[in-house]
């Protein structure tokens, strides 16, 4: 069984590119539902997806999705979780769907994800895109809810300091390494 990892932060702090170094690597990678979700919407000619009432339960199920997908490997790690979207609907003002309070209950209870959650700190500035367009103030906030979110839950939070790439890609491998080998496993 495939040890899972979490891997988060606000918008902007570079997980996307700490996650291709990941895959490029050979880590089994469950990619981020909000920004596909949102690409989507676009699409569809909807231009601030999230106003959209079913914003966040469109995100959980494709997260929910993306999860039951099987692991390949010894070790996955997620782009961000459920406890994200719990985080992002309490950030917007969005009512928390009762289904994903029932589904982190029971993504809890599985013990799905190892208790350590690799935090990516945010770099000091935002590079805006079609699907991010939140300023470095309002990530900032965002990155408060995340902490608060997590901790509440009683995840560990191990932080991936503002670093360049490379310096990021191998601490987080490291930890991978370290928390999946047989002598950790409880």
């Known amino acids: 069984m495939a040890r899972e990892f979490i891997l988060t932060g606000a918008p902007g702090?570079?997980?996307?590119?700490?996650?291709?170094?990941?895959?490029?690597?050979?880590?089994?990678?469950?990619?981020?539902?909000?920004?596909?979700?949102?690409?989507?919407?676009?699409?569809?000619?909807?231009?601030?997806?999230?106003?959209?009432?079913?914003?966040?339960?469109?995100?959980?199920?494709?997260?929910?999705?993306?999860?039951?997908?099987?692991?390949?490997?010894?070790?996955?790690?997620?782009?961000?979780?459920?406890?994200?979207?719990?985080?992002?609907?309490?950030?917007?003002?969005?009512?928390?769907?009762?289904?994903?309070?029932?589904?982190?209950?029971?993504?809890?209870?599985?013990?799905?994800?190892?208790?350590?959650?690799?935090?990516?700190e945010l770099l000091g500035f935002i590079t805006n895109t079609e699907a991010r367009r939140i300023s470095l103030d309002e990530s900032i906030g965002f990155e408060r809810f995340h902490i608060e979110a997590y901790v509440r839950f009683g995840f560990e939070l191990v932080r991936i300091p503002a670093r360049p790439v490379d310096e990021r890609v191998a601490m987080v491998l490291s930890l991978l390494d370290r928390r999946a080998s047989p002598m950790n496993a409880v």
């Open 13 to 120: 702090a570079g997980k996307t590119v700490i996650l291709r170094a990941l895959e490029a690597e050979g880590v089994d990678v469950v990619e981020e539902a909000a920004t596909d979700v949102i690409a989507l919407d676009q699409g569809r000619g909807i231009d601030e997806s999230w106003r959209r009432p079913q914003f966040i339960s469109d995100i959980m199920q494709l997260q929910l999705l993306r999860a039951a997908r099987p692991a390949m490997g010894p070790v996955r790690v997620a782009d961000r979780s459920l406890i994200c979207t719990l985080a992002l609907a309490e950030y917007l003002g969005h009512p928390v769907p009762a289904q994903l309070v029932e589904s982190i209950g029971s993504m809890m209870a599985s013990g799905q994800y190892e208790r350590q959650v690799l935090f990516v």
